[in-house]
């Protein structure tokens, strides 16, 4: 079950706390939240699925609707999440172009195949392990045939990486997965699966994020995205 009291309670200071526990890097939060848009972005492009209606499955207090007007301007944007509060910040932050929708239950409060894309940035390591499959053939529902899934997580074979979830105090009951072991999970319903490995280089070594595009098989970046269609 996703916790909403959890989530609840750190959404007020949720944007100070994640510039508090990324400073290491260099950069603050809107530099992430950019990154995956983007990386978003390629994999669409690169798959030439569609992306005129997409899913943000836990979107939290909203950090990436910026980016969705920039990368995807002509999409119609669901942002999706368990906490109410997140939801009301989210809205006030990014009133009138959007859709909401609580999630209550074990289930997303929207019909069949009603999304093209699914995207999710880190959420699956606040779900319980045991609770993945039930989200993952809930995602799968709600996707249309041949539409896109995209998640991005926190890899924790990074020892940065480890450090930020283990000091963060909304990540306190967080359990990161590894890429392949996600991987596996994904192969019931899901077809394609392209694991992509990113973020190798702080801000100090910026000149050098040049190369990051040519690592993404190497499974030391900060973070993985795991892309997959329906079939």
């Known amino acids: 079950m996703l916790n909403q009291v959890e989530f609840d309670k750190f959404a007020d200071q949720y944007h100070q706390q994640h510039l508090k526990n990324i400073a290491i890097t260099g950069e603050d939060p809107a530099y992430f939240s950019e990154y995956k ?16 209606s997409i899913f943000d499955f836990g979107c939290g207090i909203g950090n990436s609707i910026e980016w969705f007007r920039k990368y995807f301007g002509m999409s119609e944007i669901t942002c999706g999440d368990v906490s109410l509060r ?12 959007e859709n909401y929708l609580h999630i209550k239950g074990e289930q997303i409060p929207c019909n069949d195949a009603t999304f093209d894309v699914v995207f999710s940035s880190c959420v699956f390591h606040h779900i ?10 809930e995602l799968w529902r709600v996707t ?35 890429a392949k ?17 990113q973020i190798f280089f702080p801000r100090i070594l910026s000149a050098l994020r040049p190369l990051e595009a040519s690592l993404r098989w190497l499974p ?12």
């Not at 998640?151 to 997965?177: M, S, Y």
Request: with cysteine.
């Open 37 to 52: 848009i983007r990386e978003l972005r390629r994999i669409i492009n690169l798959r030439q699925v569609s992306s005129e």
């Open 220 to 231: 030391m970046g900060a973070q993985y995205s795991i892309s997959a269609q329906k079939s």
């Open 181 to 197: 072991k996600f991987r596996h999970s994904l192969l019931n319903n899901w077809q394609n699966h392209q694991i992509d490995y």
């Open 144 to 178: 249309r045939p041949g539409g896109l899934l995209v998640i991005f997580e926190h890899n924790p074979l990074n020892p940065l990486t480890q450090r930020a979830v283990n000091t963060c105090p909304f990540d306190e009951n967080a359990k990161l997965i590894r």
């Open 128 to 137: 319980p392990h045991e609770d993945h499959s039930l989200w993952l053939n």
């Open 86 to 97: 997140s939801l009301e910040i989210c809205q006030s932050r990014f009133p009138d172009h």
